[in-house]
């Protein structure tokens, strides 16, 4: 079965400085696709970013960038220049033809 | 374009009472799928849906729920005498195509069972 870890519960960053959000996954597939949701206190979930397994550059949208090991699955999220908005939940979420499993969340706490 | 509308956002139920919870995907999306996110976790697989099929159940109780995507109107996910335990937010999300591809969530409904 597919599992997801999300080692840190909490973390905080002062505004406009760097942080990372660890996550590793076991998976037995070869082909699949990793994604970062953000979930503000609004609730809604807001996509960060995607990464497909088979491409071996890390994804970038503006601040946020991954580090992905797939040797290692290890699929961690920086976010560069630390905004208050990006105050959330942030969920680590592997996925493969058939499903998606979410990591249990960091929450991210900004620090003005 | 109007995003993947859910209603009610707020739904107060009894135990034992029938709760009826509906999604509208974003305009052009026929793949639908249903979370539940319990306090403080992730969100957990319930369904997926296509127009007028299930494609995928494998997350959802065996008894109490059932979900439909009927061919004209909105996604339903009803659960039958609800119990305290159902108390949960509830997500949809729809996609152009499918699990590979990025899900667009709702608002989600937030189930409280008294």
């Known amino acids: 079965a597919q599992t997801v870890t999300q080692s840190q519960p909490e973390m905080s960053v002062q505004e406009a400085e760097t942080v990372t959000l660890s996550c590793t996954y076991d998976?037995?597939?070869?082909?699949?696709?990793l994604f970062w949701y953000k979930q503000p206190p609004s609730r809604q979930m807001i996509l960060v970013i995607r990464?497909?397994?088979?491409?071996?550059q890390n994804a970038t949208e503006n601040r946020f960038s991954v580090n992905f090991q797939k040797a290692a699955k290890s699929f961690s999220l920086k976010i560069s220049d630390s905004q208050l908005g990006d105050a959330a939940m942030y969920f680590c979420?592997?996925?493969?033809?058939?499903?998606?499993?979410f990591g249990k969340g960091t929450r991210l706490h900004i620090l003005p | 374009n109007a995003g993947v509308m859910q209603n009610p956002r707020h739904l107060v139920r009894r135990r034992g009472q029938e709760a009826r919870l509906r999604c509208s995907p974003m305009?052009?999306?026929?793949?639908v799928y249903w979370y539940r996110q319990l306090p403080e976790e992730g969100l957990k697989f319930m369904v997926y849906?296509?127009?007028?099929?299930?494609?995928?159940e494998s997350g959802m109780p065996k008894e109490r729920f059932s979900a439909e995507f009927p061919k004209e109107g909105p996604s339903i996910l009803r659960i039958q005498q609800v119990v305290r335990g159902d108390s949960a937010a509830y997500f949809c999300?729809?996609?152009?195509?499918?699990?590979?591809?990025?899900?667009?969530f709702g608002p989600g409904t937030r189930l409280t069972v008294t």
């Open positions: 998976t037995s597939e070869s082909d699949y696709y």
């Open positions: 979420a592997p996925g493969r033809d058939d499903k998606i499993i």
């Open positions: 849906l296509q127009k007028e099929n299930i494609i995928d």
């Open positions: 305009k052009g999306h026929s793949h």
């Open positions: 990464q497909e397994a088979y491409k071996q």
């Open positions: 999300a729809s996609s152009q195509q499918g699990w590979g591809y990025e899900q667009y």
